[in-house]
Antibody, heavy 122, light 109 residues
Framework: EVQLVESGGGLVKPGGSLRLSCAAS????????MNWVRQAPGKGLEWVSS????????YYADSVKGRFTISRDNAKNSLYLQMNSLRAEDTAVYYC???????????????WGQGTLVTVSS | EIVLTQSPGTLSLSPGERATLSCRAS???????LAWYQQKPGQAPRLLIY???SRATGIPDRFSGSGSGTDFTLTISRLEPEDFAVYYC??????????FGGGTKVEIK
């Protein structure tokens, strides 16, 4: 069974940092691009970042560019999101999601993890 | 950036009825690169449709997608109790700047 499990969320002060992790299982992690998508409380979905299977191609939404860094460790079947200079508007549930295609630019997402909540507040 | 506008915001229907959800793009979505997701409260989104009309694995055939260019539709032919949820469209034609619509909530009338 394909499974994605996020961790690392929590409460952080504005300007602080947090590192999210996503553990993958049930598929050949090193073959797929991976993504982070977030959802503010009661709001819609926002794509955050994408990384290709070999980490050669990395993309960010303008809203997080320069503050967030996506990375992966294929040996550990893990995806990461380092979040710096956090703002109140970064408060959201963060989902990791697999791109099931072989194209390096992000496409559709399937499956998604259960998400981890990040709250930025003083 | 392509802006996706979903309508209506809320759709109130009874089980067994047909649901028609609209997703309109601010500019043409190349190659019908549009996906639909279902999200239930407290759960992650689930992929329903990709490529505007291809059903994802395990999705019942009462779900169908259609459209091209700037106008796309998700149709649920006969609503089952488990179909009441929020539905999002997403375009990936202008990737990496992909975007989601604001969602349509299908609620029980």
């Amino acid at each position: 069974e394909v499974q994605l499990v996020e961790s690392g969320g929590g409460l952080v002060k504005p300007g602080g940092s947090l590192r999210l992790s996503c553990a993958a299982s049930g598929f050949t992690f090193s073959s797929y691009s991976m993504n982070w998508v977030r959802q503010a409380p009661g709001k819609g979905l926002e794509w955050v970042s994408s990384i290709s299977s070999s980490s050669s191609y990395i993309y960010y939404a303008d809203s997080v560019k320069g503050r967030f860094t996506i990375s992966r460790d294929n040996a550990k079947n893990s995806l990461y999101l380092q979040m710096n200079s956090l703002r109140a508007e970064d408060t959201a549930v963060y989902y990791c999601a697999r791109d099931p295609t072989t194209v390096v630019t992000p496409n559709w997402f399937d499956p998604w993890g259960q998400g981890t909540l990040v709250t930025v507040s003083s | 950036e392509i802006v996706l506008t979903q309508s209506p915001g809320t759709l109130s229907l009874s089980p067994g009825e047909r649901a028609t959800l609209s997703c309109r793009a601010s500019q043409s979505v190349s190659s019908s690169y549009l996906a639909w997701y279902q999200q239930k409260p407290g759960q992650a989104p689930r992929l329903l449709i990709y490529g505007a009309s291809s059903r994802a694995t395990g999705i019942p055939d009462r779900f169908s997608g259609s459209g091209s260019g700037t106008d796309f539709t998700l149709t649920i032919s006969r609503l089952e109790p488990e179909d009441f949820a929020v539905y999002y469209c997403q375009q990936y034609g202008s990737s990496p700047g992909l975007t989601f619509g604001g969602g349509t909530k299908v609620e029980i009338k």
